[in-house]
């Protein structure tokens, strides 16, 4: 998902805000709240289209303030007084961008033929975090198709221990070994 650049600075402002607060683990769950309860398409055609007065908007979004942190809470504001409201989208995913750039974690996708269980992802992440010395939090996609192994992607590597994988790799050594004459 590429981002707005707008959002990421406000990401950034949020975060530095977060962090004199002492509460980035906290207003991260109120970004990623936030991001989802403004993706339905009506929901988004209320808030981010030009229909509705402002103050019908700030109105909409007043009980679910309430259950934000102080910060997130002034943080909203503001982009509602700056009419930037649209930067609610992406901020959940921007904020935790921003957290994981500066914690020194990386996101990653494991792709196996069945779901692995908690002991062996942690695994993973740790033999896939020590080869890239980074931080990796893995998500599982389940992919039947792949008969046995693990394929990861993290950034912009991939790590592809896969039946599939194996045999392609082997395929490619065959066709490319010089023949005896």
Same mark, same amino acid.
């Given at each position: 998902?590429i981002?707005?650049p707008?959002t990421?600075?406000?990401?950034? /402002?949020?975060?530095e805000?977060?962090?004199?607060? #002492?509460?980035?683990? /906290?207003?991260?769950?109120d970004?990623e =709240?936030? &991001?989802?309860?403004v ?8 808030? $981010?289209?030009?229909?509705? &007065?402002?103050?019908?908007r ?16 002034? $943080?909203v504001?503001?982009? $509602? ?7 609610l989208?992406? +901020?959940?995913? /921007?904020?935790k961008r921003?957290?994981y ?24 992440? &740790?033999?896939?975090?020590q080869?890239?010395?980074k ?11 792949? +008969? ?8 912009a =590597?991939?790590? #592809? /221990? ?13 066709l ?6």
């Amino acid at each position: 998902m590429i981002l707005d650049p707008v959002t990421t600075r406000w990401a950034e /402002a949020l975060y530095e805000a977060a962090k004199k607060a #002492d509460a980035v683990a /906290a207003i991260q769950r109120d970004t990623e =709240r936030l &991001s989802m309860e403004v993706a339905p398409p009506k929901v988004s055609a209320f808030l $981010f289209g030009s229909g509705v &007065s402002q103050a019908e908007r700030e109105a909409k979004m007043a009980p679910l303030m309430g259950e934000l942190h102080e910060t997130t809470r002034k $943080f909203v504001k503001l982009l $509602f007084a700056r009419r930037r409201q649209e930067v609610l989208r992406d +901020i959940g995913e /921007a904020f935790k961008r921003k957290v994981y750039a500066e914690t020194g974690r990386i996101e990653g996708v494991v792709e196996t033929p069945r779901a692995l269980d908690d002991a062996t992802l942690r695994a993973l992440e &740790s033999a896939v975090g020590q080869r890239i010395g980074k931080t990796v939090v893995l998500t599982q996609e389940s992919k039947p198709e792949l +008969i046995g192994g693990v394929r990861v992607v993290v950034g912009a =590597r991939l790590f #592809d /221990a896969t039946v599939q994988g194996r045999l392609q790799a082997m395929r490619e050594k065959l066709l490319g070994a010089a023949l005896p004459s």
